[in-house]
């Protein structure tokens, strides 16, 4: 079956209904397994297998087996214990088993008299006296039958109410006979499959789902048999695929030249109070670089919290303005482009630069004017929430668009915003920055569109948090803590965390935690801040405990990203075990920087599970974003540690980026070779994984 061959109708344009035993309401079942044609069956991987291919000696049976046995029955009765059941003896023998029921009916047993032959499939048990089954699928013989007559292991299937496993074998066995005739393309050529060790499509599909009796049942039970690896990486190669296209396809566009002039760069970096560190110059070395192509920049800053990422931003965007261009920064909260405006206009207004704030809580004569200055061109730089890319708001001369803290955004969103920003058939330059490093070959798959830069180094003079985690019984002895080092002049946060992410639950548990701490610590000024409070209410709480007016800032993880106030040194954050490692490393990325020694206290509720603490131990034993992401990785799973919000483009059907991550190099390896010599594949390989929920395959 070659790529060419198109003349048997295509197992993806086949609905499951043109299968036997499929009409309407089972198509609705297997709909909601995601199954709608024949294809979609055929990469509907079984979630482990039976070997049913031989009968085991009865005497021969231990624990734990999967097996096919035969034996006559000895003795049936109903036993009335603490639940009634049906116990059934069998023996064959060379033993004697135990077949347990616990639902039945009288003509059940009636069936299983002495005497009768039967053959039953099931997991072998230790009961109490004896082996046994419990509820096993079994079968009368009518007389001597030959062994089982299966030539292949059995799959099992992850299935759906009214859908049960012998029809959706019975499914999949009619999908085979298309496989069989041709109906599904081999996008990988010979030379690529042998590059890579990958056996050929139809026989990987044919072993998943009827793997030869002898074939390895560990490899399999793991999902790393060759077959499972090959339709792994084929997915992984389409969505990597679909990703360099886009960039690809985006470099095609045009964009304005952003030329370096140093001008404006040359003079902020010269009135910043410290130097730019090493590795804040080579990113922004990169940077220039990209903006000064006449083709969209899109490039990843990584850098872990604190890194000064933020001083990266604020050259892109002064390079921009040099070059006659308006930047846009976006930030994901309200609080954290409140904070970016607000140290913008300290830094660029000395410059003679007017700087635009655009929220969703402006008010409207505010807005208006905003807008007026965006789209009339006095305005060189906007900076908001998402609200700036909205309808009404038109630039002048858009030349960059930044966005921070993008893991808050979500893949679908960032690929919005670039849309977004198109103009005159061109797209401005776009930098994107995140404090979630993602270890690389993973990074490799979720970030394929973008180039990537890392700030791995921090500046001088930061002392590490030190974090400890204690149970919330010791909470008065908390309080009292946090009241010491107030007096002693340390300001400090106060975290408050929920299970839902009710900004308004949240917000009455952060008003109540306030009132309770100043109550308890009469001469300790607590501020409040929460995402529920407006922006007019919200400003001066927060400059009050940036100049130090306020010692004890109680707050919801509205301060997760942004916040900087170099003097808080202490941390209190309750029920730490409901967060992640990156959004509680984040969190406590708020302090440790000044160059005080900062603490945090993880305050857990209840006692704590195996799992749990060992998560909270990761954040004890390091504080390099690399480090926890990795751990994050392994504890929880790609999807969570990208962000819920991006796991719409992190679902695979077959792949595993924690089990496939040694695979990525080289997906990556045959994204290039398929790229550069066989083009006319990736569409149809991209399709085939991603189709419709291509977002970010169109463009
Ligand atoms: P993030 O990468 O988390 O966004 P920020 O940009 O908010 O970090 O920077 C954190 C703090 O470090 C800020 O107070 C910033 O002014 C300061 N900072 C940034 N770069 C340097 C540097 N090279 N030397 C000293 N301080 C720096
Ligand atoms: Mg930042």
Redesign the pocket.
């Known amino acids: 079956m070659g790529a060419g061959d198109r003349t048997a109708p295509q197992a993806d344009s086949i609905p499951v209904t043109a299968l036997k035993g499929v009409g309407a309401k089972m198509a609705e079942r297997l709909a909601r397994l995601n199954i709608i044609t024949v294809q979609d069956l055929l990469f509907y991987l079984p979630q482990r297998y039976q070997n049913r291919t031989r009968l085991v000696a009865i005497g021969e049976l231990m624990p734990g087996m999967a097996v096919s046995v035969q034996g006559d029955v000895q003795h049936t009765e109903v036993k009335f214990g603490r639940r009634r059941m049906l116990l059934s003896s069998i023996s064959d023998g060379t033993g004697t088993l135990v077949l347990r029921f616990f639902h039945f009916g009288a003509g059940q047993k009636a069936s299983l008299a002495r005497g009768t032959k039967l053959r039953c499939f099931g997991e072998v048990r230790s009961g109490v006296n004896s082996l046994e089954m419990i509820h096993p699928e079994y079968r009368l013989l009518e007389q001597e039958e030959p062994p089982p007559s299966e030539q292949h292991l059995t799959p099992v299937y992850r299935v759906t109410e009214g859908l049960h496993q012998p029809a959706l074998r019975s499914f999949v066995e009619q999908a085979l006979e298309y496989l069989h005739n041709g109906a599904v393309t081999e996008w990988l050529p010979a030379g690529v499959r042998q590059q890579f060790e990958l056996p050929p499509l139809d026989e990987a599909l044919a072993c998943v789902h009827h793997p030869p009796a002898d074939a390895p049942l560990d490899l399999l039970a793991g999902q790393c048999h060759p077959a499972q690896r090959r339709l792994a990486f084929e997915e992984l190669l389409a969505h990597h695929l679909s990703l360099r296209k886009l960039r690809a396809s985006m470099q095609h566009h045009s964009a304005p030249p952003l030329k370096e002039t140093s001008r404006l760069t040359g003079q902020f970096l010269a009135q ?6 090493s590795a ?1 110059q080579r990113v922004w070395n990169e940077i220039r670089q990209d903006l000064a192509r006449p083709f969209p920049m899109q490039r990843l800053v990584q ?11 604020v050259l892109a965007a002064l390079q921009a303005v040099e070059a006659g261009h308006q930047a846009a920064i976006m930030a994901p909260t309200e609080l954290l482009a409140e904070q970016h405006y607000i ?1 913008f206009r300290h830094w660029l207004t000395p410059l003679g630069l007017e700087v635009a704030w655009l929220s969703g809580q402006l008010k409207a004569s505010e807005k208006k004017d905003m807008l007026a200055a965006l789209s009339s061109g006095q305005a060189h730089l906007a900076v908001g929430t998402h609200a700036l890319f909205q309808e009404q708001v038109e630039f002048d001369r858009l030349g960059l668009v930044i966005i ?2 993008q893991h808050r955004f979500g893949v679908h969103q960032r690929l919005a915003l670039r849309e977004k920003g198109s103009c005159d058939g061109g797209y401005p330059h776009q930098l994107i ?1 995140t ?1 979630t490093p993602i270890p690389r070959t993973l990074a490799m798959t979720a970030y394929a569109d973008l180039d990537v830069s890392v ?1 791995d180094e921090l ?3 930061r002392t590490p948090v030190s974090t400890v985690a204690v149970p919330d019984s010791r909470r008065d002895e908390v309080i009292e803590r946090v009241g010491a080092a107030c007096r002693k002049g340390r300001q400090a946060y106060w975290v408050c965390t929920l299970v839902e992410e009710s900004e308004a639950l949240a917000a009455q548990a952060a008003e109540d935690t306030a009132a309770l701490l100043s109550e308890t610590l009469p001469e300790i000024t607590v501020g409040l801040v929460h995402g529920r409070m407006k922006p007019q209410q919200r400003a001066p709480v927060m400059s009050a405990f940036k100049a130090g007016e306020i010692d004890l800032l109680v707050a919801t993880t509205v301060i997760e ?2 916040v ?1 106030v ?1 003097n808080a040194s202490l941390m209190i954050i309750e029920n730490p075990e409901r967060l992640g490692l990156a959004q509680l490393h984040q969190l406590r ?1 708020r302090v440790g ?1 000044g160059s005080r020694e900062s603490s945090c206290v993880l305050m857990y509720h209840g006692s704590l599970s195996g799992a749990a603490h060992q998560r909270l131990a990761v954040l004890r034993e390091s504080g390099d974003g690399f480090v926890i992401a990795q751990k994050d990785l392994e504890l929880r799973g790609p999807g969570d540690v990208l962000g819920t919000r991006q796991t719409g483009m992190l679902q695979f059907r077959v792949a595993d980026l924690q089990r496939d991550q040694e695979m990525l190099p080289d997906v990556a390896r045959a994204a290039g070779l398929l790229l550069e010599q066989y083009p006319q594949h990736v569409v149809p390989l991209v399709e085939r994984w991603i189709g419709e929920r291509s977002q970010y395959g169109g463009v």
């Open positions: 910043l109070p410290f130097s730019i560190t804040q850098g872990d919290v604190g890194s000064g990422k933020t001083v990266v931003a140290n921070d803290e920055m404090a700030i500046p001088p003079g990203v942004g900087d170099p990325g920087r």
